[in-house]
């Protein structure tokens, strides 16, 4: 794993920006494995502003999200292809066509993950996936478990994490319980692996997910075994690294 250290969460989204970019111009059909939450915003500004001037052309670009809440449409501003829209899709030359998100307006869990696995595989997979990383060491929505879980499913998110989303919704319980998620053999299969992570309330999380045993319980612990993980993290984010 390569760790790049950020001054703070503006160097971090600008690093992070620059490997993306770098990922878009080395391969223009590139897949984009793309993520929401707080910690990428700024990486998506950077994106759209250069794109903007001209210096990067998302027309050949696939992307493909990681997870999506069961149940919200894509017009509900909580729901991740909103999010897509609002900071990264709508300002930049993708071609809505190519962007690609679990449906979760498909109550059948089934079929959507299904759908989903189909959409990866006929993408030829993803050449680079930007991760977040959760406190409790979630990537995507793959919480805390005995298991690592292969493909795209549907999971009940845990109180930490329904607690740390509240903040998005009009009360705690608009907060979804349930979303679609890529899984962990997918995630792993992506050629290159960009992990952005920011502030010292997550600094315990990633000496655990990145030096701490492999295990189910921090997900984000199974990228230790990724030939290609670049860990882009801010001062206080790594400030338990020694
Ligand atoms: C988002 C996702 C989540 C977040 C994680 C960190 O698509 O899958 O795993 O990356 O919860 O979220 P923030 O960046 O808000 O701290």
């Excluded at 391969?27 to 707080?38: E, I, M, N, Y």
């Excluded at 149940?71 to 990264?88: A, C, I, K, P, V």
């Amino acid at each position: 794993m390569k760790i790049i250290k950020a001054k703070d969460y503006q160097d971090m989204s600008r690093k992070a920006a620059n490997i993306i970019s770098a990922q878009v111009i080395m391969k223009p059909d590139c897949v984009l494995g793309l993520a929401t939450g707080s910690t990428p915003i700024g990486a998506y500004e950077n994106l759209v502003n250069w794109y903007q001037k001209g210096d990067l052309d998302f027309s050949g670009v696939t992307t493909v999200n990681l997870d999506e809440y069961k149940g919200l449409t894509r017009d509900n501003d909580q729901s991740y292809y909103y999010f897509m829209n609002e900071h990264l899709f709508s300002k930049v030359n993708v071609d809505p066509k190519r962007t690609f998100l679990p449906d979760g307006t498909e109550p059948d869990s089934a079929k959507a993950c299904e759908d989903y696995n189909h959409v990866i595989e006929s993408v030829g997979g993803v050449d680079l996936q930007l991760l977040g990383l959760g406190h409790n060491g979630h990537i995507g929505f793959n919480e805390p478990s005995d298991i690592f879980k292969a493909k795209t499913h549907c999971v009940d998110l845990t109180e930490t994490t329904i607690q740390a989303n509240k903040r998005f919704f009009a009360s705690i319980d608009d907060v979804p319980r349930q979303a679609y998620t890529m899984g962990i053999q997918t995630i792993m299969q992506a050629r290159k692996i960009l992990v952005v992570v920011s502030g010292a309330e997550k600094a315990a999380i990633v000496k655990e997910a990145f030096f701490g045993p492999i295990t189910p319980k921090v997900q984000a612990s199974v990228l230790q075994l990724h030939h290609d993980v670049i860990l882009v993290a801010d001062e206080a984010a790594l400030a338990e690294l020694g």
